[in-house]
């Protein structure tokens, strides 16, 4: 199959300046976690791809473990770049990232030299890419010195195997640190990835927000659906199909009926605002002004194309905003608080 980019991908998106690099990121970003695995059909996930590229997301966030099994949301990313997004390499921002466990043995996960290099270099075989735009440390390590995690960050830049260097989940203090090491070193920490919505505001109570704006790191929000949550499909309960019912990361324990009469009342003031529930979760993440992208998943590509349409409408009035904190208490689905930790 040959595809063409829709000639008007760049006319509804908006870009907004990661902290203060030059580097300019889509308001919505794509990422591969799930639905990009050997349990998909490929041409759903091709399909996605080609949906979000053509309503102009350039972003495409990966990890060595995406799957299942761990890799193969490299492979298949790789293969639909070989296949038909090779010629838009250099309209792509591709990222990915190690932390967690890839590969059997003490070198296999966490924040050493040896871990993150190799996975790198892994990485970049399973795409068929020289380079990443951006290489994360995916979690803090407390065992490991941050100067060698943060040291092996600085090394793949500048071996020209990632442009930029991040970090997912630190916590403020962690950050700060980080961001000094990496400051120090001379290779900017550029964008920090935490876990952020509605129903998950741990940024928040933990001032990262504010460290974030003074550091000048740019930041992506993950899970601004909360897996799903904040959408349309768990409103009369868990429908078959959806992440609930497939035993993954989303425990049908969240779907609490506390979560489900939440998710009604904000239903009803993403309605009001005239968007569906996902647009609004995603333009109340998009509200701060540190936050540089929400980094949305899909398993169909209609989702991605109504997501991208939250930049629709991105303000809040102070009344709607009193009502989503007055609909929506926070929940206890932050399954990452553990990996921010020092
Ligand atoms: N750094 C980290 O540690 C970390 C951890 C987790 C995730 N991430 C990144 O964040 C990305 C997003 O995570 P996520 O997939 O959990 O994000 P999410 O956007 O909160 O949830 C995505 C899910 O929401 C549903 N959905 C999306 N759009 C919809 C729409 N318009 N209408 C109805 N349902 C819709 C789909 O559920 P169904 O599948 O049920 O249809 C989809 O799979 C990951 O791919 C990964 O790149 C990073």
Same mark, same amino acid.
């Given at each position: 199959m040959s595809y063409q980019a829709a000639e008007n991908r760049y006319d509804n998106m908006q870009y907004r300046r990661c902290g203060q690099s030059g580097l300019l990121l889509p308001a919505i970003s794509l990422g591969l976690w799930h639905n990009f695995g050997h349990d998909v059909a490929f041409k759903t996930q091709r399909a996605i791809c080609h949906a979000a590229f053509d309503a102009g997301i350039t972003h495409f966030d990966l990890a060595n473990n995406y799957g299942p099994p761990p +890799?193969?949301? @490299? @492979?298949?990313? +790789?293969?639909? *770049?070989?296949? @038909? *997004?090779? +010629?838009?390499r250099d309209e792509l921002i591709i990222s990915s990232k190690a932390g967690y466990l890839m590969w059997p043995g003490p070198y296999g996960e966490m924040g050493s030299r040896k871990y993150l290099i190799a996975s790198c270099d892994q990485s970049l075989k399973r795409m068929g890419l020289d380079y990443v735009d951006v290489f994360y440390s995916h979690r803090f390590d407390p065992d490991t010195p941050l100067e060698e995690t943060m040291g092996a960050l600085d090394h793949i830049v500048r071996s020209g195997k990632a442009l930029y260097a991040g970090i997912s989940s630190y916590n403020s203090e962690c950050t700060r640190k980080a961001a000094a090491i990496l400051k120090s070193l001379g290779t900017p920490c550029l964008i920090h990835q935490p876990s952020y919505n509605i129903l998950n505001r741990w940024v928040e109570r933990d001032g990262l927000k504010e460290t974030l704006q003074e550091l000048g790191i740019g930041s992506i929000a993950f899970t601004p659906l909360a897996q799903g949550m904040l959408t349309d499909k768990y409103l009369n309960g868990i429908p078959e199909g959806s992440r609930a019912t497939q035993g993954k990361s989303l425990s049908p324990s969240f779907v609490s009926e506390r979560a489900i009469q939440s998710i009604r009342a904000l239903n009803d003031i993403a309605a009001s605002r005239g968007q569906s529930l996902a647009q609004m979760a995603i333009a109340w993440v998009l509200r701060n002004e540190g936050i540089t992208t929400a980094l949305i998943g899909a398993s169909k590509p209609e989702q991605v194309v109504q997501c991208a349409r939250a930049v629709d409408n991105l303000e809040f009035t102070q009344s709607e905003l009193d009502r989503i904190d007055a609909a929506a208490s926070e929940e206890d689905i932050n399954l990452w608080a553990r990996s921010s930790e020092s």
């Open positions: +890799g193969s949301a @490299e @492979e298949v990313f +790789g293969q639909i *770049l070989r296949d @038909e *997004l090779k +010629g838009y």
